[in-house]
């Protein structure tokens, strides 16, 4: 009876509201909010976020402060910037007369249209003639560059079967250092779509084929008429093994250089001998896990975790670098040298005795782990490598051979339940083989503008789609280098899971190589691919050539 409910007085609550979009503290209105009474129902409430608006589009605060535009480069220098950070699409299709970005436009929103990867490292390296081999595989390049693509464009019938000859044919192709009409050049159109092919199996046009590792929202839907019929799943993988062993068969013979087998769970690179300085064949496996770790085993297959055991003898020998520090400083030595040793326990402490027990008495009295437990534990730190780049799994030599029996027989392979059931795994090779169908990267060009300082200017960018291969890289900077006068720059989409292939796979001392004269690649391609992987788990996600010199980013 001494006051009324709050629903029956709001013109204080309605002060209050109108204060808060904002963020206005306003002694008098936060008095009144204050003695009146607390209003029931859910209008007290925060107002509730718009469930159709999403991050691009949600209003922003008033007191929010504004980003400010990027800095240019001292001297004024605009190629010392890295502009892709400034590119603004503008397609023939949309109307030239597009709003220009406001000063406070997101470097990041700007990054975003161009899907352009965002973890670009900001010291890049040194110029150099080639640059280091990448054997992960691409799934988008956008090279940009201040000269036209418009020589990319609509290939002529006999320029692209030209192309495809040269490619079936192993053809050399010799351009000049700077093409000066790159639209009248044959040679460079023909060599141009001769660096887009690639084989694959199995071919369904229908079904996204790679990448396979998270693909099921993009296959979910689609026709897969092998899902349920066990009889067309074993035609499917019969047909599988007999491309596989192909594969496997030519680069024995080292007319194949590598290949790519990409399943649901993890993906395989097979390497001749004589590439990625290994005198013998070799097979990385990555992402892996303790299951298919130990089912290798079990087969007599040996291997090696090259990552996990670079990053154990770094740590190793950083533990050792501070503890000799501590000890010539004369703080705590002892300690240090304990700490060192901690993060490998003695199996000793794990083997299940429990003599201590029985020394107090009270053995009866507590529960013992049981030997499954045990075991456990002395495995965790192998547990704790599985689905990441240090499970990479390198298998050299006579090995790959057991492998691949192996793989034709694992059960994991081959996904048993959800969109990719019973489909067989992806078979990527720069050359042709028994069952594979010949494939071609898709490539457009795109018009754009960069922001330098008094205005705009044009750029213009080549946008390749698809599985691209280590040596499709290296053979299209070969073309674009004459093409657009020895300067572009390059932004990379790598496929994450198969960074981990760029480590090492021989050992430093190894230095013996094979030659690979007919494996179907460009001579300098294959002096690229020869070379050790420096690379480590990264990948190159920036290249750029100026004055026909390389520097990257990875």
């Known amino acids: 009876p001494g006051h009324s409910p709050g629903f029956k007085k709001p013109p204080a609550l309605l002060r209050l509201k109108r204060k808060r979009p904002g963020r206005r503290s306003d002694p008098a209105a936060t008095a009144e909010a204050a003695a009146a009474p607390a209003p029931r129902g859910p209008s007290a409430a925060a107002r509730r976020r718009n469930p159709f608006s999403s991050l691009d589009n949600a209003p922003k605060r008033a007191a929010a402060a504004p980003q400010p535009p990027a800095a240019a480069p001292a001297g004024g220098d605009p190629s010392a910037a890295p502009f892709w950070q400034f590119l603004e699409l503008a397609c023939e299709e949309k109307p030239p007369t597009r709003a220009e970005p406001a000063e406070s436009s997101d470097i990041l929103t700007l990054s975003k249209d161009l899907h352009s990867p965002l ?103 689609r026709a897969c008429p092998w899902a349920q019929d066990e009889a067309l799943q074993q035609v499917l993988m019969s047909d599988w093994s007999v491309s596989f062993t192909s594969l496997y068969n030519l680069l024995r013979a080292r007319l194949c250089p590598y290949f790519y087998v990409c399943s649901a769970q993890f993906s395989v690179l097979f390497r001749a001998a004589g590439l990625a300085g290994s005198d013998v064949p070799t097979a990385a496996i990555a992402p892996t896990t303790r299951g298919l770790r130990e089912a290798m085993r079990s087969e007599g297959i040996e291997f090696s975790l090259p990552l996990l055991e670079e990053s154990r003898t770094r740590k190793q020998k950083n533990s050792e670098e501070s503890s000799e520090t501590e000890n010539a400083d004369g703080l705590g030595g002892g300690s240090s040298a304990e700490d060192a040793g901690e993060p490998a326990p003695s199996d000793d402490d794990d083997d299940g005795s429990f003599s201590w027990l029985e020394e107090m008495g009270v053995q009866d009295k507590v529960k013992k782990p049981d030997t499954i437990s045990i075991q456990l534990r002395k495995e965790k730190h192998e547990v704790q490598v599985d689905h990441r780049p240090e499970s990479l799994v390198l298998v050299r030599g006579s090995h790959t051979f057991t492998l691949l029996n192996f793989l034709i027989s694992c059960r994991s392979l081959v996904a048993v339940a959800g969109p990719q059931a019973g489909l067989p795994p992806t078979l990527l090779s720069p050359v042709a083989f028994r069952g594979g169908t010949m494939q071609t990267l898709k490539a457009r060009s795109v018009s754009g503008r960069a922001r330098v300082p008094g205005g705009f200017e044009d750029v213009f960018s080549l946008e390749v789609l698809g599985p691209i291969l280590p040596h499709a890289l290296h053979a299209l900077t070969l073309v674009l280098g004459p093409a657009q006068r020895g300067a572009f720059r390059a932004l990379l989409s790598p496929h994450e899971p198969s960074a981990a292939f760029n480590a090492r796979a021989a050992p430093p001392q190894e230095a013996v190589r094979r030659d690979l004269p007919a494996c179907g690649l460009h001579p300098k391609t294959l002096d690229q691919l020869t070379q050790c992987p420096t690379l480590g788990k990264s990948s190159i996600r920036l290249l750029e050539m100026k004055d026909y010199a390389y520097t990257w980013k990875a």
């Open 119 to 221: 973890g670009v490292p900001k010291v890049p390296s040194s110029p150099r003639q080639e640059f280091p081999a990448d054997w992960s595989i691409k799934t988008r390049i956008l090279f940009m560059s201040s000269q036209p693509f418009t020589w990319a464009e609509h290939l002529k019938a006999q320029e692209e079967a030209q192309g495809f000859a040269q490619h079936c044919r192993a053809t050399e192709t010799t351009l000049p250092q700077s093409v000066q009409e790159p639209r009248l050049c044959t040679e460079l159109r023909c060599a141009f779509q001769q660096s887009l092919v690639y084989w694959l199996h199995p071919s369904l046009p229908w079904l996204p084929l790679f990448p396979r590792i998270g693909a099921d929202r993009n296959i979910a839907g």
